[in-house]
């Protein structure tokens, strides 16, 4: 058993990432936190499919070998980074714009501030 968790080791730390960013992002008030658990969760996606195109004695795919390494998981990667970089900061500049107003990062304050100021309007 411990040979297969060792051999599979980046498939489950990547599981294990994903499941303390989720339930980082289900359980925690706080939306920085909840910004760092979906990170946690692209970066375990990122893990995952850099590990499905890894091939042990592969090499890169311009040399001519029996083996070689899919490029295409690593492209995928690379944009991927890309798009959660942009989210982050896209998620991060809401955030700070909700403390503007709010004076809190907690989603309950916040949630219950703004049914208040419906309420009096």
Same mark, same amino acid.
């Given at each position: ?35 760092? %658990? ?8 990122? /893990? &995952? $499919? =850099? ?28 944009? %991927? ?8 900061? /896209? &998620? $991060? =500049? ?28």
């Amino acid at each position: 058993m411990l040979e297969i968790l060792v051999e599979q080791r980046f498939y489950v730390t990547a599981v294990l990432l994903f499941s303390i960013g989720f339930a980082t992002l289900l359980l925690h008030p706080n939306l920085i936190k909840k910004i760092i %658990g979906l990170n946690l969760m692209d970066t375990a996606v990122f /893990l &995952f $499919l =850099a590990a499905m195109g890894y091939v042990n004695g592969g090499k890169a795919p311009m040399v001519e070998a029996a083996a070689y390494i899919n490029p295409v998981p690593g492209g995928l990667v690379l944009t %991927g980074i890309v798009v959660a970089v942009s989210t982050t900061a /896209l &998620f $991060l =500049a809401l955030t700070h714009r909700l403390y503007q107003k709010y004076h809190s990062v907690n989603l309950d304050v916040i949630l219950m501030l703004a049914r208040r100021g419906t309420e009096e309007e």
